[in-house]
Structures are given as C-alpha cells and as structure tokens.
C-alpha cells in the first residue's frame, strides 16, 4: 500500500477503544506509537492501570471506570456477556470525554463496541482491530459452542444499542463482518481463511517494539536452559498446575521461570528447589528471547510473541478461544497442543523435552518467522487507518 505523505502531514485525530485486559491493549501498542511519530494524535480509551502503557507510546489515556472484576468466565458466551456489561457502563462516561473533542477516525478491539457505537453517532469510520482470529466458518461454535451469535446471553441489549446509535447490519455484520479490520498476527495463523468474510482484512502480524516500560529480564549466567511457564493474565489463578510443572521441569541444566499473576505471587507456591523464578509478572520479551520452550495458556498475543522469536510451545488452554490456538500451533507444526487436564508432570516433561529437540518444529517455526516479517507490521497498519483516513468524504474532514 502506498504511503498517504501528503495527508500524513497533515495529522489526525484518531481515537481508540479497548476493554481492560492485556491481551487485547499491549497488540495495539506499536500501531498507536507508530500513528503518533506520523503526526498523529491518538486518543485511547482505557481504564486507569493500562493508562502509563498508553502514555508509553505516545498517546492520551482517556479513562472510564469499571466495577472490580473477577477472573474472567472459561464459557466464551458468559465472558463476552460481562464485557458487553464494561462496554455499556463505559458509553455514557466515553461520549461525555470525547463530546467536545470528535476523532477523526475510530480504532476499536473487537469486544470494544464503545467504539462502533460512538463512531456511527459522530459519523466517522471505523477500523476494527483484532487480538485473535477474523470470524471465520465455524467460530461460533467453536468459540462460544452456540449455533448463532445472537444467542449469547446479553447480546439483545447489544441489538438495542446498534439500533439506538444507527449502527447498520445489527449483531451478525458487527461481530461476523466488520467492514475493515487490522489482525496482529500474519494470515498464515488465522483459522479457516479463506472463510473469513470481512470486507477487507489485513493481517500485519503481531506488533512488537520498545517495552522497556514493562521492565527487563536477563538470564542467569550458567543457570541452564530456560524454560518458561505463563498463563497469561486472566486464567493465572491455578497454583496447583504451577507446582506440577515445578514437579516436572525443574532440574540440573534447567533455569525454569514461571509468571503466575499477582494472586498466586502474593500466597506462594511453597519451597522452590534451585534454578526457579516466580514472579507475579515477567517481561515477556526478555524471557522469550532466552527461552527454549514456552509451556503457554495459548492466547494469541503470547503466541505471537514466542513465534516471533521462534521459540517452540507446548500449549496448555485454558477456554475455548485458547484452544482454536492450540490446534493451529499443532497444525502448523509451531508445537504441541497438550489439554490441561492431560497435563500431568510426566506428560509436561516429555513435551518439553519433545519440542525442544524437534527439527521440524525448528524448520517450521523458522518459516513462521519469516511470514510475521513479510506482513507489514505497524506500518502496514498505520497504511491502513491513513487510507480509510484519506477516503472519507469531504463532508467529515
């Protein structure tokens, strides 16, 4: 895609909306730092603890409030209920924050239906921003293990909403057909491609740049092999799972880290034998780049990580979303798809120690390297807003 100079130069006001969970904030940070050393000026709808993150690459946190949370439901169709919860107690608070000051343009996760809502009121376009895979044929049943999309608890009030704010298509072309969507990670992952019916689909691959804002992490000398276990931020709460994999990997000739959320951080695991890490959270890059296995939950942001650095993974999910991952991992060769109730020490041992020593899970995973870098990247996607920027009628500039 050509690069828009002249409008770039010009600037824009681009406003982005996310829910509150790492996952789906920490893919879209290099695209807002990319908008921003391009002229731009980035908006980013947000709660308070993701707000230094935003700061960090260059953008305004415009902050609205959510009840305290739980861990979030394993059933999809229950979580996607609670979000739609965050979405409507956040609307009033957004349209009040950006009401004297409309964006030019509206970047929103897919969950983050704030963003359409708000875009079709203001008449302004919209680009949807996607942490996992386009809907393709079959994601809802395998997502949500429901028939149609309609039939998540809540999603009527989501109806009412679409047709309140004049959003066209209802729930079907906003959560199966969004009109134009950025995907970070590379075409090659997504599930059922060739099904995915987005009007326009770009997949850039996973956007990894500065995160010194998370801290760094280095390597013991002459502490062994490092393996690394995390089960990302929302289903960390299993202390017993991180004690089995203590059991299994711990050893001579082995540095074993393991970031198992604040939670599990604060009680502890009980005594450590030598050459173990807990933390309550981890640098992820530095770890993965030290890494020679990830034992992962498998979201998609994790995953891109450790493909983008070519580390091999046994994954372990945790909810459904998490194991349509696992089985493109194992079908693309990039590792091991090992069931969380499968996942006893013997069996976390010989993964391990399996994908390690796997010269086609090397090869395989040095072809997927190539494929993130040949897909663009924060550039690509910065292409994509100035384009939909550029073409948007005259009457809305």
Known sequence: MEKLDGFRTCGAHVAVFNVPMAGHVVPTL?????LVERGHRVSYAVTAEFASQVRAVGAEPVLYEVPPQDEAPEDMAQGVTRVLG???GALPQLEAAFAEDRPDVVLYDVYAWTGPLLAARWDVPVVQLAPTHIPYDGLVQEFFGLEDISAIPGFPQLAQALASFGVPGGVHALTLAPPRCIAFFPESFQRRARTVRAGEAHWVGPLIGDRSFQ?????????????????????NRRPDFYRTCVEALAGPGRHLVLSVGAEVAAAGLGPLPEGVEVHAHVPQMDVLAAASVFVTHGGMGSV??????????????????QRVNATQVRELGLGVHLPREEATARALREAVTAVA??????ASLAGMRCRIEEAGGAVAA??????VLADRPMSTR
Do not use: C, H
Request: hydrophobic letters at 45%.
């Open 357 to 362: 020593g796997d010269e086609d899970i090397a």
């Open 382 to 387: 910065a292409q994509v807003v100035e384009k």
């Open 215 to 235: 801290g760094s992490w280095r390597a013991p000398a002459g502490g062994g092999t490092v393996v690394y276990v995390s089960l990302g931020s929302q289903f």
């Open 304 to 321: 891109m990580e450790a493909l983008s650095v070519g580390v091999p993974m046994v994954v372990v999910p945790q909810m459904a979303e």
């Open 86 to 88: 965050v979405n409507l």
């Open 30 to 34: 290099g695209l807002v730092r990319e």
